[in-house]
């Protein structure tokens, strides 16, 4: 589960409703480029069967409707259907228009989401989770059927192209999920095409903003490393050290470790706030670190650890243009600001 990091720092995850389900419909009936949608049923089977990453086959008679996000890649995946959850996490970051934009002022909110009574009162169809396996989602079965999305931290983007497709194939909506996929391959075939023939070589390294007097790291086996290393576009210097669970791809290290594997760039994922910014770091360590003395450290609300193919497309996108500024990659702005339903803004 995510923690206040930013709550974006490391993992997670309700009960108002969207405007309209005043008259029973979760739906914003749009699709992901913002124009009308067909309808959530069009060119549907029902019933249909999908076994989750827990390995639970779950039937549904009729498209479902009514999706509580317990983790924040339900709200991004959503939002390439066109719709919205009846149910998420009180978090201002989900006003990005990578999750759910205008659209989270119209959705009811909760701080906690372990207490299986308020989130009954939301009356979801479906409570959306993801691997591994936790006792406090597990406790949500009294309020609504859970669904088990696979957390993916050591997968390549495959498993995301998975569960935006499970998602699709309960909701009807499978049109606007080959239309998300699509886009994602757009972006990065641009990027492929633009890189540099070195790029490969480049070696990066991921650190967390909520404590700038650690060094709190994500290791090379999280998805955005999975990402740019299975198509040739960096290298993540950052191994998990032995006894780390692939799962846990988050931990602290020495200073002195960061100076040891002396990676050409340095991302520091922060909240947009000083307080989590890479200027705070006054250890007598990091003003050796090559990459800071040449100015490749940066703060972005990238999140290179998970959760959507939208939220690794603003990843790869931020990469391309700090990583490589000869190949002339646009900046891809503020992540409140970035719409991946756009397209992205360096595609093919």
Not at 4 to 15: D, E, I, N
Not at 158 to 164: I, R, S, T
Not at 205 to 220: E, I, R, W
Request: hydrophobic residues 40%; glycine residues 8%.
């Amino acid at each position: 589960m995510r923690t206040p990091l930013l709550r974006r720092g490391m993992w997670a995850a309700v009960a108002a409703t969207v405007v309209a389900l005043a008259s029973g419909c979760s739906g914003l009936d749009r699709d992901p480029a913002g124009t009308p949608a067909a309808s959530a049923s069009a060119g549907a089977a029902f019933p249909v069967t999908v076994t989750d990453a827990a390995g639970t086959a779950h039937t549904f008679a009729k498209p479902v409707e009514r999706i509580a996000c317990y983790w924040f890649g339900c709200n991004a995946m959503l939002a390439d259907l066109g719709l919205l959850p009846v149910l998420t996490w009180k978090d201002e970051s989900l006003r990005s228009k990578v999750f759910l934009g205008d659209g989270y002022s119209q959705v009811r909110t909760v701080e906690n989401f372990k207490n299986p009574e308020e989130v009954a009162q939301a009356e979801p169809e479906l409570i959306i989770g993801r691997t591994p396996t936790s006792d406090d989602f597990d406790a949500l079965k009294t309020a609504g059927t859970t669904f088990y999305m696979d957390g993916g931290f050591d997968k390549g983007i495959a498993v995301y192209e998975q569960n935006l497709r499970w998602l699709a194939a309960m909701t009807g909506r499978t049109a606007q999920a080959e239309q998300a996929i699509e886009r994602f391959r757009g972006v990065l075939d641009k990027v492929k095409a633009k890189a540099p023939a070195d790029a490969k070589e480049t070696t990066f390294a991921v650190l967390s903003g909520y404590d700038t007097a650690k060094y709190a790291v994500f290791f090379d086996n999280v998805i955005f490393c999975q990402l740019i290393e299975a198509n040739g576009l960096g290298d993540c210097v950052l191994s998990a050290p032995p006894g780390v669970k692939v799962e846990d791809a988050y931990g602290e290290i020495s200073a002195e470790y960061l100076l040891k594997t002396n990676p050409d760039f340095i991302a520091n994922q922060y909240d947009g706030t000083p307080a989590t910014s890479i200027s705070q770091r006054k250890d007598a360590v990091w003003p050796k670190i090559p990459a800071v003395q040449q100015g490749h450290a940066f703060d972005t609300e990238a999140q290179f650890y998970c959760c959507s193919l939208r939220e690794l497309q603003y990843s790869l996108e931020t990469y391309a243009h700090k990583v490589f500024p000869a190949a002339g990659f646009v900046d891809p702005g503020r992540m409140r600001e970035y719409d991946p339903a756009a397209g992205g803004v360096n595609r093919g």
